[in-house]
């Protein structure tokens, strides 16, 4: 018998975790977020249920303003892994015509955590499975598999259940339920590696090209469609860029880069000296914000 | 710090990027704890791992910078200790007090730490953090040497069963760098190692603060010729024992449609091939394997350590919590074993309630004894206790309500170690490691040739039990009785009800009430009890039974734990108040004689497993004593 290399290890762990859930969950769902760490955790879903389908439905939880990208390949990824999709929109946030250009903060607030929460109510889920890792940010380092949140959505980080070996207790009280994290132990180079390997399909926005583009405030913004608002004197630029992290465009920094393949993309990667999610905005302006926002509820 | 550990990839990554991930993806894996008192140096060290391996970008070292300057310990200097304390609670307080997994890999291998905390409070993190460790790194202050904590995760990282330890003696920039020194503690340590059953010990003197030895090797310790922390690590071999028998606990059954079934899970240990014999456990049948899916499909093999689904040649009962098993040498099944516990929530163990027990993909029903004694991790030896408190770690007799298929702890963790579950609060209450069973006898519950009254119970999926209803006439006994009867019987369970009466109509009618004969009444009604055990039943007997002596007899006819004494317990007013059958009135006209607790007396149990107050529904009471013997989360499992 040859060991297995760490990324087999991986992805039999991480297997072992969806069909747990599978097994003891009442009414699971997959948070798919079109990025590439839910590419891959729907990967390794496909796999874990072959050759029938994964027995719950996928979530995108929508904020209208993802790339045009992102909304072209949930559509076929969904129908490739033959399962249903879910897409949530806030109704409040609808209304309201919340948008990143005038509401800051509320945006992601609206949209996403309280969007999330009502979702997760709305369809009764008691187990969310969620393409986090440990690696990307330092209060998530110490982030259970199985995450409890109360049944506001909640996460209290003294409330965490042990987990031993790989025995995961799922039981909830009514009301409760879990994020699951699939992906827990790898790190950002693990999945690059493994959309290779596995040749995964992923949003092109990875990969540089040509697109029209604004610099504002430092960061290198996409010009997406029509409804990005420029300022007085500035003109979309097309420069040669990729994303190292998507959400929704206008809160997305670019790179400028040239590296049109993942084997090149992963190079750059590793002679970048910045980490994952410096591109989001939403991490700049203190050290414990996310763990703040979890608590909150945001994913 | 020193401008060469700045932030520098690979070289090959820029050179030839296909070379590096090929290389890359060929990598193994090694998961360590790292273990160590408040003050060794411990987040610094893994601090500097991550630093020095290169898995901190330039963004995390300006967010350390700035973090160092502001909360850090270590003057104008870099203080590591940041970059791996994360929650701000625990920041605030200057202590981890949590389990953290960090990351990261060299050209050789990739790393997962476990960082858990050194306070002796959080014992049940070191456990937690060492489960899933294949090496432990011990840290030991070379100005302090052995201390009582250093011994206390000793015991925890042999009680878990890593097999690989690191004494790092930290700190040798403080002592001078002198050889003497690392060598006593080396000595100090080693003794006291051997002792307690570690004796793969690599002793390395290093400093995190300078890096000394972490990384590179360190010039101001010349005397020392042994491997530096990281080219340790990355040679160590820890591959799984191929030489066990295949074992794969059963997820989940894979069936899409009427031409498909499978069973998935992940390998637990040996290798399974195409036209492999194989035994469910602990059903007993034997069937082979006809396919094999792996990860990547079809394949001719799997190995412990992947998830795969396996197709059998025959049409064959099989579920979750089933274990598929080499058919040659499966694994045990019993129902009550010896297992060290680890104790883990605030609320100590109540021996004799019921908890949920998960191994591997069994859960069950568990009830503990008062622990045979508790370790003293600190100083050796054991004590006795009455219970198990946060933190202790006991040895227990731990019983099911189901026969469970498992292995001894130091066999393999996947069928060794379990986890406590609180029925009420839903929490991880304890972690445990299966010593031994307690009955021998029941490994056989998975051959077909003998129907033992294992295999009877097996069969009805239940454990025998004699439910033993005691009180005086009028006290309740034969309504509560049928009560729970209907309710087990409603969740599938194999009953029989014994009511007083109806006994004495044939079975005894020629038995009179004499004390002589009420002894003989209880004696045959036990023997009937103890037949009706064997054949796998719950047995349930409604008996004014008033002599203690009796009902200990019966008792003895059983094996353990299957006799539930139950004690009725209404006041002889209440009793005779009720007087369903107009007795009392009788017995008080002097119409009937030795009538209990008129001119005959009850002597009540002084410890019978549950006690049914007066002023307690006969509804409420059923449901509780349903709950004690089964579980009432059973039917849902």
Excluded at chain 2, 210 to 228: C, F, L, S
Aim: with cysteine; net charge negative.
């Amino acid at each position: 018998m040859t060991a297995l290399t760490h990324l087999q290890r991986l992805e039999a762990e991480s297997i072992h975790i969806l069909r747990e859930v599978a097994a003891e969950a009442a009414n699971p769902v997959m948070l798919y977020s079109v990025g590439k760490d839910s590419a891959v955790m729907l990967h390794l879903a496909t796999k874990a249920f072959a050759p029938g389908t994964p027995p719950f439905p996928l979530l995108h939880v929508d904020t209208t303003w993802k790339f045009r990208a992102m909304y072209e390949l949930r559509e076929r990824a969904a129908v490739a892994a033959g399962m249903e999709l879910i897409v949530h929109r806030n109704p409040e946030a609808v209304a309201l015509g919340i948008n990143p250009f005038d509401h800051g903060s509320r945006h992601t607030d609206l949209w996403k955590t309280e969007g999330l929460k009502q979702a997760l109510t709305a369809g009764g889920f008691d187990a969310a499975f969620g393409g986090a890792r440990r690696d990307e940010e330092k209060s998530r380092a110490k982030e259970r598999v199985f995450s409890f949140r109360s049944a506001s959505h909640g996460w209290d980080p003294r409330a965490q259940r042990p987990e031993l070996w790989n025995l995961y207790n799922t039981r909830l009280h009514p009301g409760e339920s879990i994020r699951v994290f699939p992906l827990s132990n790898w790190t950002e180079l693990d999945i690059w590696q493994y959309i290779l390997a596995e040749g995964i399909e992923i949003v092109p926005l990875y990969l540089a090209a040509p697109r029209p583009t604004v610099e504002r405030d430092g960061q290198l913004l996409m010009v997406d469609d029509d409804r990005f608002r420029l300022l007085p004197g500035e003109r979309p630029v097309d420069r040669s860029i990729r994303f190292r992290t998507l959400g929704c465009y206008p809160l997305s920094g670019a790179v400028e880069s040239t590296a049109d393949t993942l084997p090149a993309v992963i190079q750059e990667m590793l002679l970048t000296t910045t980490s994952e999610r410096q591109g989001r905005v939403i991490d700049h302006d203190q050290a414990a914000s996310m763990e703040k926002k979890k608590r909150e509820g945001y994913f | 710090m020193s401008a060469a550990h700045a932030y520098a990839p690979d070289a090959l990554v820029a050179r030839d990027i296909d070379a590096y991930l090929t290389r890359h993806a060929a990598k193994s894996m090694l998961r360590f704890i790292t273990c160590g008192s408040v003050d060794d140096g411990k987040s610094t060290l893994i601090g500097r791992l991550l630093y020095d391996s290169r898995a901190v970008f330039a963004d995390q070292l300006d967010a350390l910078a700035a973090d160092s300057a502001r909360t850090g310990t270590q003057g104008t200097n870099l203080d590591f200790a940041l970059l791996v304390d994360g929650l701000s609670a625990e920041r605030e307080q200057g202590i981890t007090i949590d389990v953290a997994y960090r990351f990261f890999a060299t050209p050789a291998r990739k790393f997962i730490v476990a960082d858990t905390p050194g306070h002796e409070q959080y014992t049940r993190n070191m456990v937690t953090g060492a489960s899933t460790a294949d090496l432990a790194v011990i840290l030991v202050d070379a100005r302090k040497g052995v201390l009582a904590q250093t011994r206390r995760h000793s015991h925890l990282v042999q009680l878990v069963g890593i097999r690989h330890v690191v004494l790092a003696v930290n700190k040798m920039d403080l002592v001078g760098h002198d050889q003497a020194t690392f060598d006593a503690i080396v000595a100090d340590y080693r003794d006291f190692a051997r002792s307690i059953g570690i004796d793969r010990i690599t002793a390395i003197p290093l400093s995190g603060l300078t890096g000394a030895n972490i990384v590179d090797p360190a010039p101001a310790m010349p005397w020392y010729d042994g491997p530096t922390l990281l080219a340790h690590l990355e040679a160590v071999e820890v591959a799984a024992p191929t030489d066990r028998p295949f074992r794969m606990p059963v997820q989940w059954v894979n069936r899409p449609d009427q031409h498909f079934r499978g069973f998935s899970g992940l390998v637990a240990a040996g290798g399974v091939a195409v036209g492999d014999e194989v035994r469910i456990v602990p059903a007993g049948r034997t069937t082979t394997v006809a396919r094999i899916l792996g990860p990547d499909g079809e394949r001719p093999r799997a190995d412990a350590g992947t998830s795969i689904t396996l197709v059998l040649a025959d049409e064959i009962d099989c579920a979750r919590g089933d274990v598929i098993a080499a058919a040659a040498s499966p694994p045990e099944v019993a129902d009550a074993f010896v297992s060290t516990v680890v104790w883990m929530d605030a609320a100590p163990l109540v021996p004799g309630r019921g908890y949920l027990l998960k191994l591997a993909t069994q859960t069950v029903v568990a009830t503990l004894q008062p622990p045979r004694h508790v370790v003293d991790v600190t100083a050796g030896g054991t004590r006795p206790a009455a219970t198990l408190a946060i933190n202790d770690i006991g040895v227990v007799e731990v019983r099911t309500d189901r026969p469970l298929v498992f292995e001894r702890y130091a066999d393999g963790a996947a069928l060794g170690g379990f986890i406590l579950i609180d029925r009420e609060t839903n929490a991880t209450v304890a972690a445990g490691m299966i010593d031994e069973p307690v009955r021998r006898a029941s490994n056989i519950h998975w051959q077909q040739v003998d129907v033992t009254r294992a295999a009877h119970a097996a069969q009805k999926g239940q454990s025998p039990r004699v439910l033993w209803f005691t009180g005086l006439s009028g006290s309740g006994k034969s309504t509560i009785a049928n009560l729970v009867e209907r309710r087990l019987h409603a969740l599938g369970r194999h009953t029989f009800l014994l009511d007083g009466d109806n006994v004495r109509h044939g079975l005894n009618r020629d038995l009179g009430f004499s004390e002589t004969d009420r002894v003989e009444n209880i004696r045959r009604v036990g023997e009937v009890a103890h037949l009706m055990a064997d054949a796998g039943l719950i047995v349930l007997t409604a008996f004014i039974s008033p002599f203690a002596a009796d009902r200990a007899m019966v008792r003895d006819m059983l094996p353990a734990g299957e006799f539930v004494e139950i004690f009725v317990d209404a006041p002889l007013a209440v009793a005779e108040a009720r007087d369903p059958k107009g007795l009392y009135a009788k017995a008080r006209a002097g119409l009937i004689a030795d009538f209990t607790g008129i001119d005959s007396p009850y002597e009540p149990p002084a410890a019978p497993e549950l006690r049914i107050d007066a002023r307690e529904s006969a509804e409420a009471a059923a449901e509780r004593i349903v709950e004690y013997v089964i579980g009432v989360w059973s039917h849902d499992l």
